[in-house]
């Protein structure tokens, strides 16, 4: 029998993914995984047609084509407001997973610490883990997602060698403010910290928040990888296309590291996705709109249901609590509501590195249309009646 790699071992299918593999095989409605299934728009689908029908088909460069990253330099400078050179400065990756694989490759030793706030995204986690790099985890509050910068300092030991801010936050839906960030950059840059962010919900806000890139300000740009990608926004999380910004020896390093594990990102999609960019302010006001309609729908089903969820400040995630109903964990949580309302859900503990902190909890995804939104709470009402 052949032996197994010490490094892939331990790996298990995440929450997330059994998530999805449960639903489908009973055909229920996957609120699991993060996934809008809005179709993508007609200019970006022409688009990838043309660039298959033109024969942009041959390997890009490793840090992808120079228009895409002209392009995404611009909107870093207009909306994230960060400046960037494409030509040293940005990279296109293969989704915003491989600009962080990318990242943590190029910035970390085996051995070596990194902070992620707790609830936390479990690929983030599982990747440091699958590089042997620890997690430090320090808490967000589901209460009213604020943290203590005292807890950070306090996870700070000689091995802290960065720490992963995911804003807006999957799972936890938290919008870190400009003086929460601020904080955090001056804890980075009194212990030299290397600082990756994780933008992907960037256009997806709730009112009375706004989205703050960490490196716009000064004290994070020298040490800061800023990791975006279009799956979220543009409803294509299968084309996998994602970029990352930062100093230049390190994004010319990530797009070695590129180079050798995947060669380039897709070429016919990265010459397509430019057609993003003309896309009309009044695209990214609809999506928020649509999010807040659907964030609002289901947070007053979980609150009518008995559950006590955490209301989203942007992202389009839920941590509910259901303490108050009759499950014994999450993962029974889980479970139930799959069979009994055919609607999928992420046990708690996949956000957690101790699944009993997360074990009152599921974590409910709205990204899917309306339509099946409704649907699923409906199902759920009659399940739990
Ligand atoms: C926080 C976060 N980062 C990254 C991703 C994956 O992004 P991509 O499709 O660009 O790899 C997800 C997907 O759920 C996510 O929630």
Request: aromatic content about 8%.
């Amino acid at each position: 029998m052949l032996k197994i790699s010490e490094k892939t071992q331990h790996l298990k299918q995440s929450g997330i993914r059994n998530a999805s593999t449960r639903c489908n095989e009973i055909g229920g409605i996957n609120l699991g995984q993060g996934v809008c299934d809005i179709p993508i728009v007609k200019s970006i689908k022409q688009s990838a047609c043309d660039a298959i029908n033109n024969d942009k088909s041959l390997y890009s460069p490793c840090e992808g084509i120079l228009e895409l990253r002209q392009a995404v330099a611009k909107k870093l400078k207009s909306y994230n407001k960060i400046s960037a050179d494409p030509a040293t400065e940005v990279v296109i990756t293969h989704g915003s997973t491989g600009a962080f694989i990318c990242a943590i490759m190029t910035l970390f030793n085996p051995g070596d610490e990194v902070i992620l706030f707790e609830p936390f995204y479990g690929y983030h986690k599982n990747i440091l883990n699958l590089h042997n790099i620890q997690v430090k985890s320090v808490p967000m509050s589901l209460d009213d997602l604020t943290f203590d910068p005292e807890d950070v300092r306090k996870a700070i030991t000689p091995k802290t060698k960065g720490i992963v801010i995911c804003t807006p936050c999957n799972p936890s839906g938290k919008v870190f403010t400009q003086q929460e960030l601020q904080t955090l950059g001056e804890i980075a840059e009194k212990h030299d910290l290397a600082v990756i962010t994780d933008e992907i919900y960037e256009y997806i806000t709730y009112p009375g928040y706004t989205h703050v890139s960490p490196a716009s300000l000064p004290i994070f740009k020298p040490r800061t990888i800023t990791i975006s990608g279009f799956s979220k926004t543009y409803n294509m999380t299968g084309w996998r296309l994602g970029y990352a910004t930062g100093p230049q020896h390190i994004i010319s390093k990530m797009a070695l590291v590129q180079d050798l594990v995947y060669v380039c990102p897709n070429t016919p999609l990265q010459h397509a996705v430019l057609a993003a960019f003309d896309l009309p302010d009044s695209y990214f006001e609809e999506m928020k709109k649509t999010y807040h309609v659907k964030r609002d729908s289901v947070v007053n089903t979980l609150i009518e249901l008995g559950f006590k969820p955490t209301v989203p400040q942007g992202a389009y995630y839920i941590m509910a609590d259901f303490s108050k109903l009759k499950f014994k964990d999450d993962e029974q949580a889980a479970q139930s509501l799959l069979e009994n309302s055919k609607v999928a859900t992420v046990p708690g503990r996949s956000f957690f590195i101790d699944a009993k902190r997360g074990e009152k909890y599921i974590r409910v995804c709205y990204a899917l249309n309306e339509q099946k939104i409704n649907l699923a709470m409906q199902q759920l009402k009659v399940a739990l009646a």
